[in-house]
């Protein structure tokens, strides 16, 4: 709830009367402002090189700027009531995604049927003014107050955290990767961009006239790239692991192939990719908008019922993989319907136990609670109303789901419904294993490249120790 706001009605202004407001300008801001104007200049856009000279310029608007004095004198002084006769606007300076802005406002003049002048300017964190006018408005006739309540949240739908992996990312090395079957235009193109961001050297193993088609129809030069022909998808599979095992490759990537083909090669226990007992498991790398980290979902495409040591080597997984995309110390929520432990819920038996299993040093690198419902393992207000005290409960990083089921409709929800982006790799084999879909779109085709080239690099370049 939003403090109640209260004005000054005209009787009570005086001349000299003053009020202001302090605001950090955000990229946020910035979308915001463009997508309700319909401004899209990109001067004004965070990331876009609006002049051609090489850099992003983030210069929020003139009218953006503008809009702040409104907003005192909406909401302050006079306050609750007020309505715009007319503003001058003289603009003497810019402001940039990151600053902190100050508006203020002075009362000059009282006039006629409760006409007031206000002197209006905006100044940076240095007092230098950016923009200076002059205000006239209608000022209430009665004392208000106004309790905004509950105002409509706005999500600003962007990935900035899909950005930090592909800007870890870069400085790797392009890894060696295995692509089998790519032999529809949207698994080969899925491929080519990767290596065209230097994420990975592709290996295009399948049928090379299919491969040949789906270039033609994507429009890809495959001059540069290795193929590899094979005309059966368990060959082709089986291919891609014989080239991890002899370090012809780091990584496989999945074509248009089934899943269930590509992976029956990998696990296969004579010549598979299997790495000691682990058991494999999917893990979905999500940027979701609005919060303020990474969150990961596991395992949504793999194991469909799994028992308590599957359940740890899925968390094992899960860690290794966060530890590998600079993730300090993951924390992983197993999840289940309710936090507390009930017999008649196996989910919460499994999860307490596994809480007990990373105490103990059975699960390491990060830490592990549960049981946790949904809304105490990503929220810490909703945590704190149940009584839970954990250095978990609320800052989740990684959600473990009791079956894949629910994992995996917890993941499509998260797409679907919340705007999320999704890549993901299959942590637990020799090498990671990108999964791609059909339905996922280049940003979530490259991060899932990056993820896997993280994995494969044990975590991102460091710099020299200081």
Not at 263 to 271: C, E, F, M, W
């Amino acid at each position: 709830m939003r403090p109640a706001m209260h004005n000054t009605p005209f009787d009570a202004l005086t001349v000299g009367m003053e009020a202001e407001h302090v605001r950090v300008l955000s990229a946020d801001d910035l979308y915001i402002f463009a997508n309700s104007s319909g401004n899209l200049n990109p001067m004004h856009l965070p990331k876009e090189d609006g002049d051609g000279d090489g850099h992003p310029e983030s210069v929020a608007p003139g009218m953006w700027v503008a809009s702040l004095i409104s907003a005192v004198l909406g909401c302050q002084l006079p306050g609750p009531g007020t309505l715009y006769r007319s503003q001058t606007l003289r603009f003497t300076g810019l402001a940039h995604a990151g600053d902190r802005l100050t508006v203020k406002v002075r009362l000059t003049a009282k006039g006629e049927d409760r006409l007031v002048r206000f002197d209006t300017w905006v100044e940076r964190e240095d007092g230098t003014r950016i923009l200076e006018g002059e205000a006239e408005v209608v000022a209430p006739e009665k004392p208000l107050s106004f309790a905004a309540g509950e105002m409509p949240g706005l999500t600003v739908q962007r990935h900035v955290h899909f950005d930090r992996l592909l800007a870890l990312a870069e400085p790797l090395p392009a890894i060696p990767t295995a692509v089998v079957a790519p032999e529809r235009a949207d698994a080969l193109a899925g491929a080519i961009l990767a290596a065209q961001h230097t994420l990975i050297e592709p290996i295009l193993v399948g049928h090379a006239l299919r491969i040949a088609e789906a270039a033609e129809e994507a429009g890809i030069d495959l001059a540069p790239y290795r193929i590899v022909d094979m005309r059966d998808h368990q060959l082709a599979a089986e291919e891609a692991v014989r080239m991890v095992l002899n370090k012809e490759a780091a990584a496989v990537m999945k074509g248009h192939i089934h899943t269930d083909i590509l992976l029956g090669a990998i696990v296969k226990r004579d010549g598979g990719l299997r790495k000691g007992g682990r058991r494999l498991s999917h893990v979905f790398v999500m940027d979701v908008p609005g919060r303020d980290q990474l969150l990961m979902v596991t395992d949504a495409a793999i194991n469909i019922a799994p028992d308590l040591q599957c359940k740890a080597d899925i968390i094992q997984n899960a860690i290794d993989l966060a530890l590998a995309l600079g993730i300090e110390q993951p924390k992983a929520g197993v999840l289940s319907a309710v936090e507390t432990i009930n017999p008649a819920i196996p989910s919460t038996l499994d999860a307490a136990i596994l809480s007990k299993m990373a105490e103990r040093g059975q699960i390491t690198g990060g830490l592990v609670d549960g049981p946790l419902a949904m809304d105490n393992a990503l929220n810490l207000a909703a945590a704190t109303t149940k009584g839970i005290t954990s250095l978990v409960a609320g800052h989740a990083d990684i959600l473990v789901a009791p079956n894949m089921e629910t994992g995996n409709m917890l993941a499509k929800q998260l797409i679907y419904l919340a705007g999320a982006q999704a890549g993901g790799v299959v942590m637990g084999a020799k090498c990671p294993i990108v999964l791609t879909s059909r339905s996922d779109d280049d940003k979530a085709r490259l991060v899932s490249c990056a993820v896997a080239a993280l994995a494969a690099a044990g975590g991102p370049v460091r710099g020299p120790a200081t």
